[in-house]
Structures are given as C-alpha cells and as structure tokens.
C-alpha cells in the first residue's frame, strides 16, 4: 500500500465505524495515524434528524515507532458472555411504597414508561419501585423495570437507545410531580449485568496498565459508566483515573503511578 497520501478524510455513521475504516483502508494500526473529528455527526433522537460523522486521519512520519496507547474498546476485550459465566447477577435493592403519597410518583413513572414504550409500538411489562437512600443527596431514585421478549431494541448501541428513554422519561415525570426526580430504567437487568462488566474491566485494564508501564484508553462511555471506572479504582494503590475528550466521545484513561 502507498502510504504517500498523507491525510484521508472517511465519512461513517458514527466516529468509530469512520475510524476503523479508514484505518483499514490505509491499512495502518489506530496507533500509526493522527484523528482529527471534523464533524461528531449526531444519532437525533431515536435515530431521527441524524446525519453522518467525519474524520480526517494523518499518517504519523515514524508510524511503527509510534508509542500512542490503543484505545480498548469494551467489546473486543470483555465480552458479555465471558463476564455471564463469572458471577452471577446481583440484583439492586427494589423497596416498594408504604403509604399512599408514596405511590404517586411510581405510578407517574410506570404510567409515563408505558405510555412511551406504546407509542414505540413495543409490548412489554413496567414495573416501579424505590431504590436505596443516596446517602450523600439523601434522595431515593424510582427504578424502572421493563421486562419482555425481543428488547434489545430499547437498549441501542453503547446504551444510547435506553438513555434516550430515560431521559424524556424523566422529565416529563418530573414535570408532572413538580420536582427534579432521580429515574433510572433498566430493561432486563441490562444495566446490573453491564455495571458489574464494567467493574471486572476497569480492574482487567488496570492490571495491564501496570504490567506494561503505560496509561491505557478505554472506549467512549456515557458519564454513569465512566463514574463506575472512576469509583472502582479510586482506592487502587497503582493506577489513578482522568476522563477527557468532549461528549459523546469523552473516554477514560487508566494512568499507572509511578
């Protein structure tokens, strides 16, 4: 391959497809070329109103010298199924009302989440319930369950489905109760399985940043996983934690200390 051509720009739905295949189309490893974002492009919301990402990437002068970390993406390296077979799922406390005013806002909430996933054309099953006092805001989120078959629609890649769901969700109850509400929806047990992933993989790539001496770069995540990373090796005598980056594509390195 010529590799004269210094620059090439790669049109793709999201940043990462446009990467992977200029990446591919140059034939270089990621750590072999500079990214520049020269449009995030955007998802609208529930797909609509979206538009594709563009990249430009350079060709670095002593691209097999190059010492950039590769960025590790959650799924090439920690599958599902692996983390499935390694401990079983630990369900989050669900605590149901004991009065009547208590029942109000979980009937908000199941009613707004069913009436969503309606206008979805999506059958399922919606429950609500209160999860554990914050101890820090002293608050208690309504937790959403919706269970079903066929649901991976809800959850979309990276989440972003889900969170989209939660989020109108939240505020329409919240404006309905007159309050700023905590509402967090989990479809299946999606995000208890996710988390605890999420947990073993921040300890697996730690372990890895101290073996070979360098900072690693996890994947872009949400901001709710990446505080998982954070909080799980904030006591870690041998890494310490940065994001950085801009939404959407804001990403987590694992820095060891020296």
Do not use: W
């Not at 670095?60 to 599958?79: C, D, G, K, M, T």
Request: aromatic share 2%.
């Amino acid at each position: 391959m010529n590799t004269q051509r210094a620059t090439l720009e790669i049109i793709a739905p999201t940043i990462n497809e446009a990467i992977e295949k200029g990446l591919a189309e140059l034939e270089l490893p990621r750590e072999a070329v500079e990214i520049e974002i020269l449009d995030e492009g955007s998802r609208g919301l529930f797909g609509l109103g979206s538009h594709q990402a563009r990249v430009r990437l350079i060709v670095r002068q002593n691209a097999s010298e190059s010492e950039e970390p590769e960025v590790i993406s959650f799924s090439n390296e920690f599958s599902a199924s692996e983390a499935l077979e390694e401990a079983p799922t630990i369900k989050p406390i669900r605590i149901q009302p004991t009065n009547a005013k208590e029942q109000i806002p979980l009937h908000v909430a199941q009613e707004t989440v069913s009436e969503l996933l309606e206008k979805m054309h999506i059958q399922a099953q919606v429950k609500a319930s209160y999860g554990e006092v914050d101890d820090v805001r002293g608050t208690r989120a309504i937790l959403v369950d919706i269970t079903g078959k066929d649901l991976s629609v809800l959850i979309g890649k990276r989440s972003e489905t889900l969170n989209a769901l939660q989020y109108i969700a939240r505020l329409i109850v919240s404006k309905e109760l007159g309050d700023n509400i905590t509402l967090v929806i989990d479809v299946e047990g999606y995000r208890t399985r996710r988390e605890r992933q999420l947990r073993q993989l921040a300890h697996r790539i730690a372990e890895q940043a101290v073996k070979t001496g360098r900072k690693q770069i996890l994947e872009p995540m949400p901001p709710n996983e990446r505080r998982i990373i954070h909080m799980e090796l904030r006591e870690d005598e041998h890494v310490t934690t940065e994001s950085f980056g801009e939404e959407p594509h804001r990403k987590v390195t694992i820095i060891p200390k020296e």
